[in-house]
């Protein structure tokens, strides 16, 4: 369950304030990475966030890649979204799931990305922050998204590949990188509670 901070509804209806957007992307990649009722546990609690600001999720799958779409509910017209009828369709939220992020993002990502690595130094250590910094690397110069959204295939990618070409790890950093990882994502999943 992601806990959000109390926050007031938007006088504007037509924006959904970050901290949904971002636990809407979460619980996205959550349900995408499991199969079943807990992915669909994490959809449903998805739904019901966005439902507060009366925005509904779909995913679109493009040629090259998969993009979280959040709109009005009101868009919707038998289970279709009828485009020639839509004033403003900026209201529209996309996110992508898999590819790069937005390049202009990247100073405000980066600084995330380092600060969760620093996080994971001060709390288990030089071994494992030094493992942390350089996924926070990765997923800034790579994809341009912060750590938390990395998918599984991207952290294959870092851990059997980048890892042992880019970041000159010892002995050690290599036995305990997977660890390292998963460090990562608890850091930022204590720090959203």
């Known amino acids: 369950m992601v806990d959000l901070p109390d926050e007031p509804r938007p006088q504007d209806d037509r924006e959904l304030p970050t901290e949904t957007v971002e636990a809407a992307e979460r619980l996205t990649h959550l349900a995408r990475d499991t199969e079943g009722d807990e992915a669909e546990t994490y959809r449903d609690e998805r739904d019901k966030l966005l439902e507060e600001y009366d925005f509904v999720a ?56 380092r600060a969760v690595a620093e996080t994971v130094r001060d709390e288990h250590g030089d071994v494992h922050g030094a493992n942390a910094e350089a996924f926070a690397d990765f997923m800034s110069n790579h994809y341009a998204r912060q750590v938390e959204s990395a998918t599984d295939a991207e952290v294959t990618e870092f851990c059997t590949e980048y890892f042992r070409r880019n970041a000159w790890p010892t002995d050690e950093q290599k036995r305990v990188v997977e660890r390292s990882v998963e460090l990562v994502f608890n850091s930022v999943s204590c720090a959203s509670r």
């Open 58 to 113: 779909r995913v679109r799958d493009d040629d090259t890649r998969t993009v979280l779409v959040l709109h009005p509910d009101e868009w919707l017209d038998d289970e279709a979204i009828r485009v020639e009828r839509i004033d403003d369709t900026e209201r529209a939220i996309e996110i992508p799931l898999d590819g790069p992020g937005d390049p202009d993002d990247w100073d405000e990502i980066d600084a995330h990305n």
